[in-house]
């Protein structure tokens, strides 16, 4: 393949696209984040990338909790508001019904099917961004979201980050730690 350089630039695609609520001054404020994604297994750790202007990056460094809500695709509307639009200049608390799990400071998008509950463990100051890994405390699926004791990702829906679109998850292709038993030199 042919290929052309970009330059230096965090370029990763597809990406997820998550709702990043926390507590500032006692009250509940929520942004889109889409660098977002596993950092460890044992503890179960996240990371998010925020960018150190971010209103919800005060709620972050005051309580070290915050909370990683997936949306489905049905959430575009509210998910791209909460990414245009700061907490310095608008009130976000009330945008979504929330509730709490055992972080008191991890506010919980009812409508999204699946809400973790982080405890910061680590804070690295990487430049523009903060990346912050949490400690998953508790993760809530909404029981319609379930297969067989598992969630399941096609009833989740969730949106996919592509470029500057929203998208749905394509169709299953093949097995995972499966399909690669086939390959021969
Ligand atoms: C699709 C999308 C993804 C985004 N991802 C991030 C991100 O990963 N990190 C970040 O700091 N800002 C990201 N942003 C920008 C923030 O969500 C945006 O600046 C938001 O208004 C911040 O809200 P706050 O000031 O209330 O915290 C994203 C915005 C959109 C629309």
Redesign the pocket.
């Known amino acids: 393949m042919e290929k052309v350089s970009l330059g230096p630039r965090p370029y990763m695609t597809p990406?997820p696209?998550v709702i990043?609520g926390?507590t500032i001054g006692g009250k509940p404020?929520?942004?889109?984040?889409?660098?977002?994604g596993v950092a460890c297994m044992n503890p179960p750790m996240v990371a998010?990338?925020?960018?150190k202007?971010?209103?919800?990056?005060k709620g972050i460094l005051e309580n070290k909790s915050f909370s990683v809500n997936i949306p489905a695709a049905k959430n575009a509307v509210e998910?791209?508001y909460?990414?245009?639009?700061?907490?310095?200049?608008?009130d976000?608390s009330k945008v979504f019904k929330t509730f709490y799990g055992k972080l008191k400071t991890a506010p919980l998008i009812d409508d999204f099917p699946v809400n973790i509950e982080c405890e910061v463990r680590h804070t690295l100051d990487l430049g523009s961004?903060n990346l912050h890994v949490g400690e998953v405390i508790d993760v809530h699926v909404a029981k319609e979201c379930m297969t067989g004791g598992v969630p399941d990702t096609k009833k989740i829906d969730p949106l996919v980050?592509s470029g500057s679109d929203?998208c749905h998850i394509g169709k299953v292709i093949s097995k995972a730690f499966s399909v690669g038993k086939g390959f021969k030199k």
Do not use: L, P, Q
């Open positions: 990406m696209t990043v926390a404020n929520f942004m889109t984040v889409a660098w977002a998010i990338a925020i960018n202007m971010r209103y919800t990056e998910v791209d909460c990414g245009i639009v700061s907490g310095n200049k608008a976000k961004h980050f929203y």
